[in-house]
C-alpha cells in the first residue's frame, strides 16, 4: 500500500470537523515506462528507432493513425481521396487543432513539414523514405492538401503514420528546437527532458480529441540492464517494461502480479558488413559468414526461444515473405571452403559494433565465427554512441575500421518497401539511409522501384520473392533472427499494445 501511495503521488490530509475528513491535494497520478535505450531525437522526422517513435507517440500525430486493429483511420485528416491514377491524393484537414505552443495547424504547417523532408540538403534522418516517390504537396486551400506522387505507391497511406509524416510545430522547427523540445499536436505534451535520466509528458488540456484517456503523467526511462528492467517491474518503479528480457519471460509469466504480451513481430535482426573493404567486398566471404553462423543458437541463448531464425530479410509478418526460403544451414565445412575460394583459407579478422543490449548477439558470433578461422572483435557501444557509428559513411567507417554492425531494422505492418529500401538500395547508403554496409545491386534496385509501383498484391508479392533470393545471394547482411514483441506490465495497467516492431502504444493506458 505504501509502494501503491509512494508511486500514484498522492496527498491525503485530513482534519476533524464536525465528523468530516478534507482531502488537501492530489497530485497527478503517472505511468512509468522503461525501454531499452534513450530517445535519439524528439524530431520524429529525425530518428528511425522504434523506441524512440514509441516514446514520442503520445506527443505527435499524424494525417492518418493506426488503430489497435491496425486498421488506418483519420487522425489529423478527417477524409482523403486519389484520382483513378493513384498519384493525387487529396486530403482534408481537421479544424481548431494547436500545436502545444499554440501554433494553428492548417494546410500551410503541413506542406512545411513535409518539404522539409524534400529538402536534401536538411539530411533529416527519415527523409529518404518520402523522396523516392514524393514530388510534391500543395495547399488547396486552408483546411485541403494535395500530395503528388512521382510514380504510385501502395504503401503511401500507411507511410503518413511513421515518423517523418508526424506533425511538428512549424515554430519550433524554424527556431531550431525541435530537436531537443518536443512541440506536436497530441494527447500529451513535453513537461520535461532530462538528457540520459528521464523524459516526462503530461496531458494536453486543449488536445482536439477532448480529455486524453491515459494517466495524468507518462515517465519514460531507460536501462541497457535486463535484469535492471526485470527489477523495476516486480518493485513496481516500472509499470510498463518495452521490450521484456527474453531471459526473465518464463519467471514472469508464471507471476500473477504481472501480464507478458507476445506477439509475433517484425524487427528482423543481422550483421550489416561493410561491402566497400576487404575481404568483405567477396560475395564468397558474405556467404562464408552466413554459414558459419547458428541461427538456432543465437535464438536459444540471446532470445530463449521467443524468435524465429531469419531466412529472409523480411519478417513473417510482412506481406510477401516467402516461408520457403532456406538459404544457409549451419555448416562450417562449408564456410572454410568458401574462405579458402576467396583466398583466405586461414581466415581473416574483422569488427563489429553493437549497442549495448545487445552485446551478447557479438559474443556468440565471435564464438560462432572463430570455428571458421574469423576472429572478430566486438566493440560495445551505448545507443547513441553506436547511432552515430553506424551511420558514417565509408571514408568515416574505413578510418574507424568497422567491418560490421549489429542491428535491426523494422517495417512494422507498412509494407515490405519500407524494409529493402533503406536498408538495401543503392541511394540509401548511410549517412543517407540504413543501408549501413553501402551494399549496391542495379538488379535489386530495379525490383526495389518496380514493386514499389506494382498495385496488385499477387504481382507486387512475388517481385519481393525475387527480391528476397537476391538479397539471401548476395549476402549484404548475415541474417539473423526475427524476434517476437516482448512487453510486460503491472496487472493492474489497462491499455496498452503494440504495433508489431516493437512500438508500444500507451496513451491511453491506466493503471
Not at 515506462?33 to 500525430?61: C, F, I, K, N, W
Request: charged letters at 20%; a neutral charge.
Amino acid at each position: 500500500m505504501a509502494k501503491f501511495l509512494e508511486n500514484r503521488r498522492f496527498v491525503l490530509a485530513s482534519a476533524v470537523a464536525g465528523g468530516l475528513l478534507f482531502p488537501i491535494a492530489a497530485s497527478a497520478a503517472t505511468l512509468n515506462v522503461m525501454q531499452t535505450e534513450a530517445p535519439r531525437s524528439m524530431d520524429p522526422g529525425d530518428q528511425t528507432a522504434t523506441y524512440t517513435a514509441a516514446l514520442l507517440d503520445p506527443m505527435y500525430e499524424g494525417l492518418v493513425k493506426r488503430d489497435p486493429d491496425l486498421s488506418l483511420k483519420p487522425a489529423l485528416a478527417t477524409e482523403w481521396s486519389s484520382d483513378a491514377a493513384g498519384l493525387l491524393w487529396t486530403f482534408k484537414l481537421r479544424p481548431g487543432v494547436k500545436f502545444h505552443d499554440g501554433t494553428p495547424f492548417d494546410a500551410d504547417v503541413v506542406v512545411k513539414n513535409f518539404t522539409r523532408h524534400l529538402d536534401t540538403k536538411r539530411g533529416l534522418a527519415a527523409s529518404g523514405r518520402l523522396r523516392t516517390f514524393l514530388e510534391g504537396v500543395t495547399a488547396v486551400d486552408p483546411m485541403t492538401v494535395q500530395f503528388k506522387l512521382k510514380s504510385q505507391y501502395p504503401a503511401f497511406l500507411a507511410l503518413l503514420t511513421t515518423g517523418p509524416c508526424l506533425m511538428v510545430s512549424p515554430a519550433a522547427e524554424t527556431a531550431g528546437t525541435i530537436g531537443s523540445k518536443a512541440v506536436g499536436t497530441g494527447p500529451y505534451k513535453l513537461a520535461e527532458y532530462k538528457s540520459g535520466e528521464y523524459v516526462l509528458q503530461t496531458k494536453n488540456t486543449e488536445w482536439w480529441g477532448g480529455a486524453p484517456k491515459g494517466e495524468d503523467e507518462i515517465k519514460w526511462t531507460w536501462t541497457p540492464e535486463p535484469s535492471v528492467m526485470n527489477m523495476a517491474l516486480q518493485t513496481g518503479d516500472a509499470d510498463v517494461v518495452n521490450p521484456f528480457p527474453a531471459a526473465f519471460a518464463q519467471q514472469l509469466k508464471a507471476n500473477p502480479d504481472m501480464t507478458l504480451s507476445t506477439t509475433d513481430g517484425s524487427a528482423v535482426f543481422w550483421v550489416s558488413l561493410n561491402t566497400k573493404t576487404k575481404p568483405l567486398d567477396d560475395v564468397r566471404v558474405r556467404q562464408a559468414l552466413n554459414y558459419a553462423t547458428d541461427r538456432e543458437g543465437i535464438v536459444k541463448a540471446f532470445m530463449q526461444g521467443f524468435a524465429k531464425p531469419a531466412n529472409s530479410p523480411l519478417a513473417p509478418v510482412t506481406p510477401g515473405y516467402d516461408k520457403s526460403l532456406a538459404p544457409y544451414s549451419y555448416d562450417i565445412e562449408k564456410a572454410k571452403q568458401l574462405l579458402k575460394e576467396a583466398g583466405y583459407p586461414d581466415g581473416f579478422s574483422m569488427s563489429t559494433i553493437v549497442q549495448e543490449q545487445e552485446s551478447r548477439i557479438g559474443e556468440l558470433l565471435q564464438a560462432m565465427w572463430a570455428k571458421a578461422g574469423v576472429k572478430l572483435d566486438v566493440r560495445k557501444m551505448e545507443g547513441g554512441v553506436w547511432s552515430k557509428a553506424a551511420f558514417l559513411d565509408p571514408a568515416g567507417k574505413e578510418k574507424d575500421n568497422i567491418g560490421s554492425s549489429i542491428a535491426s531494422w523494422s517495417s512494422g505492418v507498412n509494407g515490405a518497401d519500407l524494409q529493402f529500401r533503406p536498408l538495401y538500395y543503392s541511394k540509401s547508403a548511410s549517412p543517407a539511409g540504413a543501408n549501413l554496409g553501402f551494399f549496391s545491386d542495379p538488379k535489386l534496385d530495379e525490383l526495389i522501384d518496380k514493386a514499389a509501383s506494382t498495385l496488385d498484391e499477387k504481382a507486387r508479392n512475388a517481385i519481393y520473392v525475387d527480391a528476397q533470393k537476391l538479397v539471401n545471394e548476395q549476402a549484404p547482411h548475415v541474417l539473423l533472427f526475427t524476434k517476437q514483441d516482448l512487453f510486460a506490465t503491472r496487472a493492474s495497467v489497462k491499455g496498452t499494445w503494440v504495433i508489431p516492431g516493437g512500438l508500444i502504444v500507451v496513451k491511453e493506458a491506466r493503471k
